[in-house]
């Protein structure tokens, strides 16, 4: 069974950084994508940034670009989410999801369908105070 565990929230100054690590398991995919998606309150979901499992390739929303970094561990399984340059704006709780992909283009896997992410973790709350 596939499951994914996120850490690494918690509270920030506007300016900082923070690193966020989801732990993922039970993946026996030769081309899957783990990725984060993010909610703040009274908002709608949005996709953040993923990274593909085959080539590394990666995905950032407009608004991280610059600021955000996705990769990979040593043992593949572990994706971390290196957020610099905090904003308030940044406030929100993040979900790790993962899914086998295939063709499926990875802006479609951060959409609000989030086309073939069908595995989420539970969340972590990052607070950015200004």
């Known amino acids: 069974e596939v499951q994914l565990v996120e850490s690494g929230g918690g509270l920030v100054q506007a300016g900082g950084s923070l690193r966020l690590s989801c732990a993922a398991s039970?993946?026996?995919?030769?081309?899957?994508?783990i990725g984060w998606f993010r909610q703040a309150p009274g908002k709608e979901r949005e996709g953040v940034s993923c990274?593909?499992?085959?080539?590394?390739?990666?995905y950032y929303e407009d608004s991280v670009k610059g600021r955000f970094t996705i990769s990979s561990g040593n043992a593949k399984n572990t994706v971390y989410l290196q957020m610099n340059s905090l904003k308030p704006e940044d406030t929100a709780v993040y979900y790790c999801?993962?899914?086998?992909?295939?063709?499926?283009?990875?802006?479609?896997?951060?959409?609000?369908?989030?086309?073939?992410?069908?595995?989420w973790g539970k969340g972590t709350l990052v607070t950015v105070s200004s």
């Open positions: 999801a993962a899914g086998a992909i295939g063709s499926v283009p990875l802006e479609a896997t951060m959409t609000r369908a989030a086309y073939g992410m069908d595995y």
């Open positions: 039970g993946f026996t995919f030769d081309d899957y994508a």
């Open positions: 990274i593909r499992s085959s080539d590394g390739s990666t």
